[in-house]
C-alpha cells in the first residue's frame, strides 16, 4: 500500500553543486511496510546491519530484508498482556528492550532468545505481580550502559545489564532525569520539563544549565554540529556560543501545549542527506531547512510519528495509528554522509563515543 506525498525539498549548491537558487521538487512515496500484521504503536526503531527492530504496544518485530516483511520475536512476561515496549537499542547482535512495566530483556543473538536484566532496579509488588518503573531509554558509552526510568531512577551498568548501580541521588536530579544523550563530550539530562544539566567527567560533577522551555524531551539529534532536542512544545537548538537554548520552529505546526485539537509534541528526529527530520503528534514528518530556518512537510500528514530511522537507503517511520512507513531518498541528497547505525550519533539508539 502506497500513500503518495509531495515534497518539496531545496536542494543547494553545498549538496549537488549547482548555485544556491536552484532548488529541486521531489515526487516521494512513503510505503507502508506492515501489512496484515497487528504491530500497534510504534514507539521506537533500531537497526543493525541488515536487521530493522521495532518495539511497539505488541512487543518487538524484525526484519531482515529493509522492512519488506517483519516477524515478532517475543519475550517471556510476567503478565502477558504488558509487552508495550517503550524503548530499544541495537548494539550488534544484542538488542535491549524496556516495557511500560516488565523491566527490561536484552538478547544476544539478535532476538532469538531473550533475558531479563533487572537486578538493582526499582520495584514494587502488585498482589502477585512485581512492577517495575516505564523504561525512558538506553545509552551506551564505551563499556557502561546507562538506563532511565523516569521516576522510577537512573541507573548504570558495567556488565551489559546483568546487575544495575542507581545513581540517582549521585547524579543531578537523578531520580527525574526524562531522557539523556552525549554530545561534544559532555553527557546531557533533561530534567522533568524545564530543566537542563550535563557533566563532562561521566557524571561525577553536573553543570545546571538555563531553563529549557521546549518542555519534556523526547528525543535529540546532532544537526550542522549543533544539538537539537524534539520536546513536547517543540524544538530547542543549544547555542554554545551564547550558552543559551534557541528554538527554530518556524514552519512548524504547533499551536498552544494546552489545545488538545493541535498537540504540540515533536517525538523523534533522524538526520539523513544533510538533512534534519522530525516525526510529530498527528502532523506526520516535518523537514528543516537550515539556510532558511524553516520547517516543512515531509508527509503523512494525520498520523503521529512517534520514531524515525535513518538506516541504509531510507528514511523508516514508525507510527501510532498505522504501523511502519518507508522513504527512500534519492542519491541526491545522499552526498553528505550517514550517520552509522541510523539515527544521530547522539540518541539512545547507537551511542558508542567515548565519554574521554
Known amino acids: 500500500m502506497l500513500y503518495r506525498f509531495s515534497i518539496s525539498i531545496l536542494v543547494f549548491g553545498m549538496l549537488i553543486g549547482v548555485a544556491p537558487t536552484d532548488a529541486l521538487a521531489l515526487e516521494a512515496e512513503w510505503q507502508q ?13 533500531d537497526g543493525s546491519a541488515h536487521r530493522l527492530y521495532a518495539g511497539s504496544s505488541e512487543g518487538v518485530f524484525r526484519s531482515e530484508n529493509n522492512g519488506q516483511t517483519w516477524g515478532r520475536i517475543g519475550f517471556d512476561t510476567q503478565d502477558p498482556f504488558d509487552i508495550s515496549v517503550a524503548a530499544l537499542t541495537v548494539d550488534r547482535n544484542s538488542v535491549y528492550v524496556g516495557t511500560w512495566s516488565s523491566g527490561l530483556f536484552r538478547s544476544d543473538d539478535a532476538g532469538e532468545t531473550w533475558k531479563r536484566i533487572n537486578d ?24 557502561t550502559l546507562i538506563n532511565v526510568m523516569y521516576h522510577a531512577g537512573t541507573y548504570t551498568s558495567t556488565n551489559r545489564g546483568e546487575t544495575w548501580i542507581n545513581v540517582s541521588e549521585k547524579w543531578e536530579q537523578g531520580n527525574s532525569i526524562y531522557n539523556m544523550t552525549f554530545f561534544d563530550g559532555y553527557l546531557w539530562s533533561a530534567i522533568s520539563h524545564v530543566w537542563m544539566a550535563r557533566s563532562a567527567d561521566k557524571g561525577e560533577t553536573w553543570q545546571r544549565l538555563p531553563l529549557f522551555e521546549g518542555g519534556f524531551t523526547c528525543d535529540w539529534a546532532v544537526f550542522e554540529g549543533q544539538l537539537y532536542a524534539a520536546a513536547d512544545e517543540g524544538v530547542g537548538r543549544w547555542n554554545e556560543t551564547t550558552q543559551m537554548w534557541e528554538y527554530p520552529m518556524d514552519g512548524l505546526p504547533i499551536g498552544s501545549a494546552w489545545d488538545p485539537n493541535d498537540p504540540s509534541w515533536v517525538w523523534s528526529f ?8 522530525a516525526g510529530l503528534e498527528t502532523h506526520g514528518v516535518y523537514i528543516f531547512d537550515a539556510d532558511a530556518e524553516r520547517w516543512s512537510p515531509a508527509g503523512l500528514e494525520g498520523f503521529s510519528v512517534h520514531a524515525l530511522l535513518s538506516h541504509t537507503d531510507a528514511l523508516y517511520a514508525g507510527t501510532d495509528e498505522n504501523g511502519i512507513y518507508r522513504l527512500e531518498i534519492p542519491d541526491v541528497l545522499t552526498t553528505t554522509a550517514i550517520q ?3 539515527k544521530a550519533l547522539t540518541t539512545w539508539a547507537g551511542m558508542k563515543q567515548s565519554l574521554d
Open 340 to 342: 552509522p547505525q541510523g
Open 33 to 45: 511496510l506492515i501489512n496484515g500484521i497487528s504491530i500497534g504503536q510504534v514507539w521506537a526503531l
Open 120 to 143: 538493582g532496579l526499582w520495584r514494587q509488588h502488585s498482589d502477585e505481580t512485581v512492577i517495575y518503573g516505564t523504561a525512558r531509554g538506553f545509552l551506551i558509552i564505551d563499556d
Open 270 to 277: 533522524a538526520v539523513r542527506g544533510g538533512r534534519l527530520f
